[in-house]
């Protein structure tokens, strides 16, 4: 396996000093993600395990989901098997008339009305399922792990702290997608996350955030980054 698409040891830092230079992502993304993903999970599962029966129904930064039904929707999609992924969904859509956001809305809100302390558990043993048997682990599922466990953090106020490596591949995977706002944002501005010291693009006005208030904008979600137009490097 060439060196970068090895990802599976992921060395637990900190985030990196606020007065270190910003990095680059790296552009090649493809591979085995599968140590960040259970590590985001994880970490995910954790900060889970402390939420108040409010938090756990209350609005998410995924439109319509609460904070449990994004819990759901992550067993789901992260926990199931391939096959049985791929069956229920094509059956699933077809009852829907097609509607895939349809679909995934009933199975977040059937997913999430588990019990909060199972939906803790399942989360937990997909992240250990990931380490020992990296299957469906590339950069879709990351993406699925890091977009959606901000998604709940965001929203409750909550901060966690993920890899600045998985954080910026799936902002750059974003950006990539054509003829989107993810692509024109990063096309005209440079994306710095200030935590995970990170930066997309190369030109024109600096927007700083967090990297989780970065990767939401880029996904859609209604988040202000602050403008820098005076920075020029």
């Known amino acids: 396996t060439p060196l970068w698409c090895d990802n599976r040891q992921v060395p637990q830092r900190p985030f990196p000093d606020p007065d270190r230079p910003y990095f680059t992502p790296s552009k090649r993304v493809a591979g085995d993600w599968s140590a960040h993903i259970a590590t985001t999970l994880d970490r995910t599962a954790a900060l889970l395990a402390g939420l108040t029966p ?30 049985a992924l791929l069956r229920d969904a094509s059956r699933g859509v077809f009852r829907k008339g097609l509607r895939v956001d349809s679909y995934l809305d009933d ?29 469906r682990a590339g950069i879709s599922e990351l993406t699925e792990a890091v977009v959606h466990t901000y998604d709940m953090t965001e929203a409750l106020g909550l901060r966690i702290r993920l890899s600045p490596r ?28 200030t935590d995970a010291r990170w930066q997309i693009g190369d030109k024109g006005p600096v927007l700083e955030a967090t990297a989780a208030r970065i990767v939401l904008r880029l996904f859609g979600r209604e988040v202000e980054l602050d403008e820098q137009p005076s920075q020029t490097t």
């Open 166 to 193: 998985s954080t910026s591949a799936v902002a750059l995977v974003r950006t990539r997608v054509p003829l989107t706002s993810a692509a024109s944002l990063a096309k005209r501005n440079r994306l710095r996350a």
């Open 54 to 83: 409010e938090q756990w129904d209350s609005p998410s930064k995924c439109e319509g989901w609460s904070v449990r039904d994004v819990a759901g929707h992550l067993t789901w999609r992260l926990g199931s098997p391939t096959s």
């Open 107 to 135: 199975v977040a809100k059937r997913e999430g009305a588990a019990p909060t302390d199972e939906l803790v558990a399942r989360i937990r043993a997909i992240a250990a399922e990931k380490v020992v048997s990296p299957n």
